[in-house]
């Protein structure tokens, strides 16, 4: 998820992401699967991204297909933009959830025309600064960030060097944040938590004991159902604003999440390409599954048969 998602989210926990090989940032493009746009066979390949709402998606994807459709579906753990190139070269057959990357959308879709658009989902992602609801409540005014600095010495920890924590997931992802920190004149130090499911361990511990926390964190989220929070206002996005990753200083973008097809397989993939292509669902649906998977320990083929029974008319529409 870059951000226009110039950032990626990282969101698997640790119980989802045992279920996927190789969660790390890793370049696996090499690890996708021999199936991927096989001529003439019943099969697709889905690029699977680490975080959770992202295998939401290709959970009750992949249980249509096999269940309704009678396809094999294979999945691929690939990083953000190495699952463009596996797209691109035919290794994955389509991507579910992209939260904007213009310069692979440029190269591969308007100039190669490897990679065809597939639709939105029906999505719409949003990262932002978070606070747990609890805080907010004791200090209305600690959800404008020009109110920051006035509240840092709650927020300091031992990995903070003295200044307030602005938690953020993996060091191996890019945000706009130490940019913002600096370009807005925040007392705060980034601190890295290690992966999303170590930040989610810290945030979860520090409600349980109503501790402050600053959290860089998106919507759609299942954590907002365990631990509600309440968004911190930065300076409004406008376009072209973080077009200068070193000066930015505004806001996160609202971003339509959009899926993308190898153009091949857009083709020729009949029942399953047109499948994808109609695949669209709300954010309620998909944190219902990622509750499921990651907080329920449901694996995903469980939460993808357990919302399917119960949403018939939805998935229906789609094999229409």
Known sequence: MTLNRRTALIAATAAACSLLAGCGAADMTKQASPFANAGGSKSVTLSVQSWVGAQANVAVAQYVLEHKL???????????????????QGRVDAILEDW????????????????????????????????????????????DWKNLNKYASLFRTAESGGKGQLMDGSPSYVTNDKALVQNLKLNYQVVFAGSEAAQITQMRQF???????????????WLFKKVPMTEVKLPPYKEGCDADPAKVACAYPHTP???????DFAKKGGEAARFLKKFNWTTED?????????DQKLTPDEAAKKWVDSHESTWKAWLS
């Open 70 to 88: 009678g396809y094999r579906v294979d999945t691929v753990q690939v990083d953000e933009v190495p699952a463009w190139d596996a797209l691109s």
């Open 100 to 143: 904007g990357h213009p310069d692979q959308e440029k190269r591969y879709v308007e100039d190669k025309k490897t990679i065809t658009r597939g639709g939105g989902l029906g999505v719409t992602g949003h990262i932002g600064w978070f606070v747990p609801a609890y805080l907010a409540k004791q200090h209305p005014d600690i959800t």
């Open 207 to 221: 409600a349980k004991e109503k501790k402050p926390f600053l959290t860089y964190w998106y919507v759609p989220q």
């Open 257 to 263: 999440l959009q899926k993308y097809l190898n153009a």
């Open 286 to 294: 998909q944190n219902e599954v990622a509750l499921m998977i990651a």
